[in-house]
């Protein structure tokens, strides 16, 4: 393929392809997806292991953990990153880079808080910091998400998405394993210090970033508005607080329907059932290795360093491979590997604990994941209109997430289910002598969450098919 062919169809040559890791603002993304990524586990397991550690009972360390659900409705307030300026800031910045900084120096401040809070004598002060932690990342996702997606063209969303996925798993490295050895050879304090200073990486980055022109663009339904408006007599502050609303809220909402119709239905659905498989699977995959026998350290080394790099190659090649050969194929051929993937797991389970074929498992799930995210994040950057980036991908990412999270709650009943069933256990077990009670129940689990990926495939295939009518009506 020429270049001049690989302009016109919107894909890229290889050589094109890797000069786009090469622009500087790769190496942005790369340090904002550090920043994204940094805080996470710190409201997670982290947190949950300085916790437990000081004696906090398992209870309140549960239900700490749904300072997390700010990740998922972070939809709710993305429209005031859409709408609202900071003072000074957003002058010397713009409205994205204005936003980023804002977030992550609140973000910052929340860990000092942290370090300087004792768990043993008063849980209040760390839960007020994890609360504001959770929401300043939350809203440092928002901010750098709609800058990605504004800063890059279509054919280029899907190595910016790679890029950030790398700085993301570079960052999960510090606050996790990081973290904990700052925590084991110094203390608690200064591994939550040290994390607050890293923050500066993210500062640093928005600052380098270069500002972005923004959208003006005519809003759907705004006539419409502006007649209810008229008719109910709203004048003055009542009027621009009523049009502030509408352009806030409902416009990114007019505006994706309005743009897509009936079929942003089945795109929202694509979405949301895309990941599933892996959301269900992956909260039993560390019962899993634990029921087959595998140590505490195998897999530390196995899963937890060995498949993070694994993830970070099948995020790259995602990323080319959505410049190569489009978005859609490559959702599709990531949608497919996933799927299947689920599978090799029940091979796992049939295999006892055999390191080698944990590292085959780790392997193919975590470049497939790595590889899915990636295409994922490009396909929702494409949905996206420039003037409502934040709020709706903020939509697009949450809609992702929430069904998965759902299931992913039934998924040890469904293990257990399946475990007390002797008609599976007797047959299961006479064809894999290696498995166990302890493990017979995951064979139809995997099999069960494999199946779960099949829907996606198949709105992928209708969504193809929808785009190429248009396509075609278009050249004609």
Same mark, same amino acid.
């Given at each position: 393929?020429?270049?001049?062919?690989?302009?016109?169809?919107?894909?890229?040559?290889?050589?094109?392809?890797?000069?786009?890791?090469?622009?500087?603002?790769?190496?942005?993304?790369?340090?904002?997806?550090?920043?994204?990524?940094?805080?996470?586990?710190?409201?997670?397991?982290?947190?949950?292991?300085?916790?437990?550690?000081?004696?906090?009972?398992?209870?309140?360390?549960?239900?700490?953990?749904?300072?997390?659900?700010?990740?998922?409705?972070?939809?709710?307030?993305?429209?005031?990153?859409? !709408?609202?300026?900071?003072?000074?800031?957003?002058?010397?910045?713009? *409205?994205?880079?204005?936003?980023?900084?804002?977030?992550?120096?609140?973000?910052?401040?929340?860990?000092?808080?942290?370090?300087?809070?004792?768990?043993?004598?008063?849980?209040?002060?760390?839960?007020?910091?994890?609360?504001?932690?959770?929401?300043?990342?939350?809203?440092?996702?928002?901010?750098?998400?709609?800058?990605?997606?504004?800063?890059?063209?279509?054919?280029?969303?899907?190595?910016?998405?790679?890029?950030?996925?790398?700085?993301?798993?570079?960052?999960?490295?510090?606050?996790?394993?990081?973290?904990?050895?700052?925590?084991?050879?110094?203390?608690?304090?200064?591994?939550?210090?040290?994390?607050?200073?890293?923050?500066?990486?993210?500062?640093?980055?928005?600052?380098?970033?270069?500002?972005?022109?923004?959208?003006?663009?005519?809003?759907?339904?705004?006539?419409?508005?502006?007649?209810?408006?008229?008719?109910?007599?709203?004048?003055?502050?009542?009027?621009?607080?009523?049009?502030?609303?509408?352009?806030?809220?409902?416009?990114?909402?007019?505006?994706?329907?309005?743009?897509?119709?009936?079929?942003?239905?089945?795109?929202?659905?694509?979405?949301?059932?895309?990941?599933?498989?892996?959301?269900?699977?992956?909260?039993?995959?560390?019962?899993?290795?634990?029921?087959?026998?595998?140590?505490?350290?195998?897999?530390?080394?196995?899963?937890?360093?060995?498949?993070?790099?694994?993830?970070?190659?099948?995020?790259?090649?995602?990323?080319?491979?959505?410049?190569?050969?489009?978005?859609?194929?490559?959702?599709?051929?990531?949608?497919?590997?996933?799927?299947?993937?689920?599978?090799?797991?029940?091979?796992?389970?049939?295999?006892?604990?055999?390191?080698?074929?944990?590292?085959?498992?780790?392997?193919?799930?975590?470049?497939?994941?790595?590889?899915?995210?990636?295409?994922?994040?490009?396909?929702?950057?494409?949905?996206?209109?420039?003037?409502?980036?934040?709020?709706?991908?903020?939509?697009?990412?949450?809609?992702?997430?929430?069904?998965?999270?759902?299931?992913?709650?039934?998924?040890?009943?469904?293990?257990?289910?399946?475990?007390? !069933?002797?008609?599976?256990?007797?047959?299961?077990?006479?064809?894999?002598?290696?498995?166990?009670?302890?493990?017979?129940?995951?064979?139809?689990?995997?099999?069960?969450?494999?199946?779960?990926?099949?829907?996606?495939?198949?709105?992928?295939?209708?969504?193809?098919?929808?785009? *190429? *009518?248009?396509?075609?009506?278009?050249?004609?």
């Amino acid at each position: 393929m020429s270049v001049a062919e690989s302009r016109r169809d919107g894909r890229m040559s290889l050589a094109e392809m890797w000069k786009v890791y090469a622009e500087p603002r790769m190496l942005i993304m790369l340090l904002l997806g550090f920043s994204a990524g940094l805080p996470y586990l710190l409201v997670f397991s982290t947190l949950s292991a300085w916790l437990r550690e000081v004696g906090v009972t398992r209870t309140e360390i549960g239900l700490l953990s749904y300072v997390g659900l700010a990740y998922t409705i972070k939809f709710l307030w993305a429209p005031l990153l859409d !709408r609202i300026r900071l003072p000074v800031l957003d002058r010397l910045l713009g *409205k994205r880079r204005a936003w980023m900084i804002f977030a992550q120096a609140v973000a910052a401040a929340a860990l000092v808080v942290i370090s300087f809070s004792d768990p043993a004598v008063s849980l209040v002060p760390v839960v007020f910091g994890a609360l504001v932690l959770a929401f300043a990342s939350a809203t440092q996702d928002i901010s750098i998400d709609a800058w990605r997606i504004e800063a890059a063209p279509e054919e280029k969303q899907g190595a910016m998405a790679a890029v950030y996925q790398l700085g993301y798993r570079f960052a999960l490295i510090g606050s996790g394993a990081g973290a904990l050895y700052i925590a084991h050879f110094i203390s608690w304090q200064a591994a939550y210090l040290a994390m607050a200073a890293l923050m500066l990486v993210g500062i640093g980055a928005a600052l380098l970033a270069p500002r972005l022109p923004e959208a003006q663009a005519p809003i759907i339904g705004e006539e419409a508005m502006a007649e209810i408006a008229h008719r109910f007599h709203m004048q003055g502050p009542f009027e621009a607080a009523f049009a502030w609303t509408y352009r806030a809220v409902i416009a990114p909402f007019v505006d994706f329907f309005g743009r897509y119709g009936w079929w942003s239905l089945a795109m929202l659905a694509l979405i949301g059932l895309y990941r599933v498989p892996d959301f269900v699977m992956g909260v039993m995959a560390n019962p899993l290795y634990i029921d087959i026998g595998f140590s505490l350290s195998t897999i530390a080394t196995v899963v937890k360093v060995y498949g993070v790099w694994m993830t970070i190659a099948g995020a790259v090649v995602g990323g080319l491979a959505v410049a190569r050969f489009g978005i859609m194929r490559t959702l599709l051929a990531g949608a497919l590997a996933a799927t299947l993937t689920n599978l090799v797991f029940v091979w796992l389970a049939m295999q006892g604990a055999n390191t080698t074929a944990l590292a085959i498992t780790i392997s193919a799930e975590n470049f497939s994941g790595g590889f899915a995210g990636t295409c994922l994040i490009a396909y929702m950057s494409s949905l996206v209109n420039h003037q409502f980036a934040a709020t709706q991908y903020a939509l697009f990412s949450s809609a992702f997430a929430l069904p998965g999270k759902i299931l992913g709650g039934l998924s040890g009943v469904m293990v257990d289910w399946y475990a007390v !069933r002797p008609a599976i256990a007797e047959a299961l077990v006479g064809v894999a002598p290696g498995l166990t009670p302890a493990t017979v129940g995951y064979v139809p689990f995997f099999i069960s969450t494999a199946l779960m990926g099949v829907p996606a495939i198949l709105l992928i295939l209708l969504v193809m098919g929808h785009r *190429k *009518k248009i396509e075609a009506k278009t050249t004609a």
